[in-house]
């Protein structure tokens, strides 16, 4: 999960392709990826849960609120998601969204300065 979100930092969408399930990489494209890109900057990645994704287990779920900028503005992508692994490595199959959860004051603030909520970023 991690190193898809890295993948999407550095807009590597051959990467993001490969750790599609094959069901679900067969409907996603590169185009429509290097789209997504377009005036996305991520800033932090924040992992809530992980539940199963163990040695030995065919799937997991992980739930993530991952921050960005675009075009100045601020915005989270808060997510559960599922990962089958075949063929001995891990791939994403598909997440629900969730609403946007909220940082405590003296959490790193969503932005990546590394200064807390409270000193950078709390409205
Ligand atoms: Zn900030």
Redesign the pocket.
């Known amino acids: 999960m991690r190193s898809r979100y890295s993948a999407f930092c550095l807009r590597n969408p051959d990467y993001l392709l490969a750790t599609l399930q094959k069901d679900i990489r067969a409907k996603e494209t590169r185009k429509a990826l290097l789209k997504s890109f377009a005036g996305t900057q991520w800033r932090q990645l924040k992992v809530i849960r992980c539940q199963r994704g163990l040695l030995g287990d065919k799937a997991g779920e992980v739930e993530f609120a991952a921050f960005f900028t675009q075009d100045d503005e601020g915005g989270q992508l808060h997510e559960r998601s599922r990962f089958v692994f075949e063929d001995e490595r891990w791939f994403y199959v598909d997440g629900d969204i969730l609403p946007p959860i909220s940082l405590s004051r003296n959490e790193p603030?969503?932005?990546?300065?590394g200064?807390k909520?409270k000193k950078?970023?709390l409205a």
């Open positions: 603030c969503w932005c990546g300065s200064r909520l950078c970023h």
